[in-house]
């Protein structure tokens, strides 16, 4: 059974980088039949996709966040991270990674989600 | 690019139907039938309910089922049960290979 764990700082100062990792266990990354993306929700509010690499390093971001982030994939460890860089209070969120099946909208498998706070 | 729109709540009582509607542009769910449907429960990660407009993963109740009609997706439960109480958000691919979500309904089962 696969499944998704993301691991990272709960604190980050603004200005800096917030750098999360989703590892993946029970399969392989460097399958072909999937992306793999982040997810996150700030405090009672809802969901906001933030972008998906594919195993080979292709990478889709949401327009609204495009410049600040790197989406990155290391199969020899069956890993992907996010990085934001210039982190302000809006990016205090719960960060999700999840898994999708290539070439349907089936997103299948998610993390529990990591609570990210950006504070001083 | 902007949220779909979902309504901020709907409610239904024990055994009845509700309907969830989204709502995007011709540039998203009016083009294709990547739409899918995610349950979440307060502090859980969301769960899938449907995929690509009407297919439900295994394991999901086919009192959920899912429709589109132009530019809006929408979310059917039937015979409505307390434990269907909870958030609902559509997601949509967009041309510009990107996705984006609604703002999630709030479902109160009375």
């Known amino acids: 059974q696969l499944q998704l764990q993301e691991s990272g700082p709960g604190l980050v100062t603004p200005s800096e980088t917030l750098s999360l990792t989703c590892t993946v266990s029970?399969?392989?990354?460097?399958?072909?039949?999937?992306?793999w993306g982040w997810i996150r929700q700030p405090p009672g509010q809802g969901l906001e996709w933030v972008g998906n690499?594919?195993?080979?390093?292709?990478?889709y971001y949401n327009p609204s966040l495009k410049s600040r982030v790197t989406i990155s994939v290391d199969t020899s460890k069956n890993q992907f991270s996010l990085k934001v860089n210039s982190v302000t209070a809006a990016d205090t969120a719960v960060y999700y990674c999840?898994?999708?099946?290539?070439?349907?909208?089936?997103?299948?498998?998610w993390g529990q989600g990591t609570l990210v706070t950006v504070s001083s | 690019q902007s949220a779909l729109t979902q309504p901020a709540s709907v409610s239904g009582s024990p055994g009845q139907s509700i309907t969830i509607s989204c709502t995007g542009t011709?540039?998203?769910?009016?083009?294709?039938?990547?739409v899918s449907w995610y349950q979440q429960y307060p502090g859980k990660a969301p769960k899938l309910m449907i995929y690509?407009?009407?297919n439900r993963p295994s394991g999901v109740s086919n009192r959920f089922s899912g429709s589109k009609s132009g530019n809006t997706a929408s979310l059917t439960i039937s015979g409505l049960q307390a434990e269907d109480e909870a958030d609902y958000y559509c997601?949509?691919?967009?041309?510009?290979?990107?996705?984006?979500f609604g703002g999630g309904t709030k479902l109160t089962v009375l």
């Open positions: 999840a898994r999708r099946v290539a070439a349907t909208s089936l997103r299948d498998i």
């Open positions: 029970g399969g392989s990354i460097s399958s072909g039949s999937y992306y």
């Open positions: 690509d407009v009407s």
């Open positions: 997601n949509s691919y967009t041309t510009s290979s990107t996705w984006v």
């Open positions: 690499i594919y195993y080979s390093g292709s990478t």
């Open positions: 011709s540039s998203d769910v009016g083009n294709y039938n990547y």
